[in-house]
């Protein structure tokens, strides 16, 4: 799949191309899924899923595990295909382009849409500096000031201060916090436009997941972000709406204060009072 | 629940017996390995001098029998073209099916081959060579690369099973994380894997080389004997597991100790290689 020539990019034009300001690249896209299937062999894991995420907003997925809320997200960028034996099916659209149409590069789709792991995965090899590095060059971008990059990266990651005196340090030696700050600091040095989050501080303490719901409030105002969340505290602190998977199915989608005290489904209202689930 | 009691008598003899056993066994194993290292180093070092390392055998009948120099640097020789053959051969073969095939019909065919290849007796890869590059005459006759060549073939489904093993290590998770970032496949592979999996692809072919430099049956009718040191592996040459193979049946005493000596060199040699291995091994990211 990645053999294709990417011909025409999901990177259509500039959003106001008189501006001529630098931040305006840096702004969330939204994303609509349009009767979204995923399968896994003979699994039928996402169900006809119509949802959108509105740009510079933060939406939570919860719903209890097995649900599909995460091979939802990977849909979005398009690491579902990436299991071996598992497709999809349906629309998903990055602004008005659709990601799954045969003319766009997959390896374009994941530049726009980065990606955080539940488990913080630096990669062993590299140091810190190389870790938030490895984005870009791993994209073949040459040239530009990669210090700078970098640095930018590490700070908008709120991890600056922490690791600045120790960047040629293994990755892996941090804390794992840090960790998954570094993770988020790589995924933001290659520029997305929309950041996805499966589970991102399932692995990690309070005072470590409180840093990292910080960094989301943070860079909200940049990115458009989907966060998969077990937990419904951490759901009802970052996010402008919630939507609420069961079987694969989407029970509702709410802004996130209304889900939490009124829902209008009679399951969700049972998932967030903690009646199963 | 029932209460504490101490450790019945009949569960401490049998206790006793076991381990009794296993350490029997274990003793056992280890006598005929000190018993060949053993008598290895008595007879061979007693050959040792600096010109056993320096001169190259004379062939001659009376007198000095000379040294090995020419079977240490042909052993070296023909086992390096082997392994510039087989490890980035097998290393591929092994990326292929890690990365690539995963669990497609012809990566199991691939590795159902790679399997039966390790247990093809190594005379057979020797022979194969003979016949198809030395009796059909098109290539010239004896040589060192096609002692190379044999050996390569040898070498190759070690070197494949090993990398697929230590490929299969390197977590999933950073291939997602690369993939993730808009990496293409390949340089997922390059910048990613490779460099994760190292220590792991090092050893795997060492322990390949090692294997390989000690193969006597793939070079007695491929490279063969020589007396002289030579550069040129389109000419016969000499290595060391030949100089064993020839020195040891020979009548005369000189000769069968320049064997023992040889043989000494060779042990050492792969001593070096494994230790390095094990080295290399313990640096592993994912042990």
Redesign the interface.
Known sequence: MTDQPPTTSPRIAPRTPAAGLREVEAHGRSVTLRNLHAYYGDVHAVNGVWLEFPPNQVTAIIGPSGCGKSTLVRCINRMHEEVPGARAAGTVLLDEVDVYRDDVDVVSVRRLVGMVFQKPNPFPTMSVFDNVAAGLRLTGVRGGDLRDRVERSLRSAGLWEEVKDRLGRPGIGLSGGQQQRLCIARTLAVEPEVILMDEPCSALDPVATLKIEELIAGLRARYTIVIVTHNMQQAARVSDSTAFMLNGELVEHSPTEKLFTTPHDARTEEYVTGKFG | MSALAPVSPRRRRTDLLARGLLAVGTLLALVPLVLVLYYVAKKGLGTWSWSFFTTDPTGNFLGSPGGIKSAILGTIEIVALATAIAVPLGIGVALYLVEYG??SRFAAVVRYFVDVMTGVPSIVFGLFIYITLILSGGVGGFAGWKGSLALALLMLPIVTRSAEVVLTLV?D?????????????W??VG??VL??A?PGLVTGSLLAIARAAGETAPLLFTSTLALATTLNLGTQMNSLPAVIFADVGQAQDRLVRVAWGAALTLVLMILVLTTLARLISRRS??A
């Open positions: 995963r669990e977590p998770s950073l291939r997602e994380a690369a993939l993730a970032l808009g990496a293409p496949r340089r997922v910048r990613i460099p994760t190292l990211r994912f």
